[in-house]
């Protein structure tokens, strides 16, 4: 349930979190912020999925993108696309929001033109469209055909519209600025996407557009924060992330995703100004943390642990993953998988990592920042082993008959592995809001959460 009280946690920043079991970080160099970490007057963490499902559920007008990192659009700019306002309207559906007519009449065309059969055969008045919250990269809506047109062969009957957004270039300038993320990136992650639809990982590839691309629409709801912490729930989390590092994927194999974002990201930081004094003051605060230093001390410590390279997906948190309808009793493959943008080769230890920071954040929050943090709720140490075994019972090649003696020390690796990629976590994420708190045009607290991840980075390092 989302929540709507004041969280103490909030309101007192300087609050530390408990002591976690953190393993062998020792060996990063300790280059503590120029001011306490409880001065900042962060609030703690968004992350890719948050902001359009709180604006919509509190009833705020949802902005014209979603604000994760950029993503493309069409060759010639980006597409102005209007934006779903929460309240009724004609194809509304469930009185979810209503749709402006222009994003209507193109998703009718686009339906039309990829799904031909009997969405040939209805009128834009009779089209279904609403949109759905979760997103935070892109815009989404579902689409469906009315009951009383039956169908022609095989088409579908729903399916879920994905449009980029005006996102590639920062809403600043538009199309003068430089592009913060390559072209060929939509290629990518078109690509991704349709191999992970043929191997039964993702939902199935309907059609792609420069704009944006249909899916098919899974019946499902996305995880909650607290779900994460259910042991089934996070068994079986664990075997869809090890199936899908088991993945041979036809991209680069090299794990540069990870300090290649993170130094563009630093670039783009050091060109920043606001015009407002509060988040020129919150940006002046981040900047103190000497954040290019802080992370050639984050490089040295990863480069020396060692931790598999794999396809990755990068952003496994609560609302990426789906709980099927029908099958929520199910022991077993009732959750899915999505949202693809940010996967690629990279460590292990940060895939593992960052889902276990992600136990502590819950974005549904209604009010001011509109997130929430529970560092308490960082998983144990029995439920991070938990998670591990799991993890290791689908991975190619462990041996499942080791002796105990070698399976506890395979688990103590991992831990070890894991803690110090958590750091990573802290610090991608932490750069990620900075920039969006410059290029997105959500109602969220970008530069509070920016200032929680990195608290939480420097509290996390302290306790090596």
């Known amino acids: 349930m ?90 509304a559906g469930d009185g979810a929001g209503a749709v402006p007519a222009a994003t209507r009449l193109r998703a009718f065309a686009w339906c039309r033109e990829f799904l031909a059969g009997s969405w040939k055969l209805i009128t834009p008045d009779e089209f279904g469209i609403e949109p759905v919250s ?3 990269s892109n815009l989404l809506y579902k689409c469906w055909l009315p009951e009383r047109v039956l169908s022609v062969g095989d088409e579908p009957r ?32 078109s690509v991704m996407f349709a191999v992970l639809a043929e191997r039964a990982l993702g939902p199935r590839l309907l059609g792609v557009f420069p704009e944006g691309r249909l899916e098919q629409y899974i019946p499902s709801r996305r995880l909650r924060t607290e779900d994460l912490r259910d042991p089934n729930i996070s068994g079986e989390i664990a075997v869809k992330m090890s199936r899908f590092h088991g993945m041979v994927m036809p991209f680069n194999k090299e794990p540069k995703w990870l300090f290649g974002t993170m130094e563009r990201y630093l670039r783009q930081i050091s060109e920043l100004s606001f015009p407002q004094a509060e988040q020129l003051r919150k940006l002046k605060q981040l900047r103190m943390y000497n954040l290019e230093a ?7 410590l990863l480069e020396s642990t060692p931790s598999p390279v794999v396809f990755c997906h990068n952003d496994v948190q609560e609302g990426n993953v789906l709980l099927l309808a029908g099958r929520e009793a199910s022991s077993s493959d009732k959750l899915m998988l999505i949202d693809f943008e ?54 190619p090649g462990y041996r499942r008959d080791a002796a105990p003696e070698e399976q506890a020390r395979i688990e103590q690796e991992m831990l070890t592995e894991i803690q110090r990629f958590v750091l990573a976590s802290h610090f991608f994420w932490g750069l990620w809001s900075i920039l969006q708190a410059k290029i997105s045009t959500i109602e969220f607290g970008y ?15 302290a306790q090596c």
């Open 134 to 136: 979760g997103g935070l």
């Open 158 to 189: 729903q399916v879920l519209l994905r449009v980029y957004g005006a996102i590639l270039y920062p809403h600043t300038c538009g199309p003068s600025c430089p592009p913060v993320q390559g072209l060929d990136s939509l290629v990518l992650q």
């Open 342 to 395: 940010y996967s690629s080769y990279n460590y292990r230890g940060f895939d593992i990592g960052n889902h276990f920071c992600e136990w502590t954040y819950d974005y549904t929050h209604h009010s001011w920042p509109f997130f929430k943090a529970t560092p308490e709720n960082y998983p144990s140490r029995e439920q991070q082993l938990h998670f591990i075994r799991h993890y290791l019972s689908e991975a």
């Open 294 to 300: 802080e992370m050639r001390s984050l490089r040295d």
């Open 2 to 91: 989302p929540w709507t009280g004041r969280d103490p946690q909030l309101t007192n920043p300087s609050a530390a979190p408990p002591p976690r079991q953190l393993i062998g970080c020792a060996m990063l160099r300790h280059r503590r912020p120029r001011f306490p970490i409880g001065q900042a007057g962060a609030q703690l963490r968004p992350s890719p999925g948050r902001a359009v499902a709180a604006a919509m559920a509190a009833g705020r007008e949802v902005p014209v993108r979603d604000g994760a990192v950029p993503e493309p659009s069409s060759a010639a700019g980006p597409v102005p696309v209007p934006v779903p306002v929460p309240g009724s309207g004609a194809g």
């Open 447 to 461: 530069l509070d959460y920016a200032q929680s991840r990195f608290e939480a980075y420097f509290q996390h390092k």
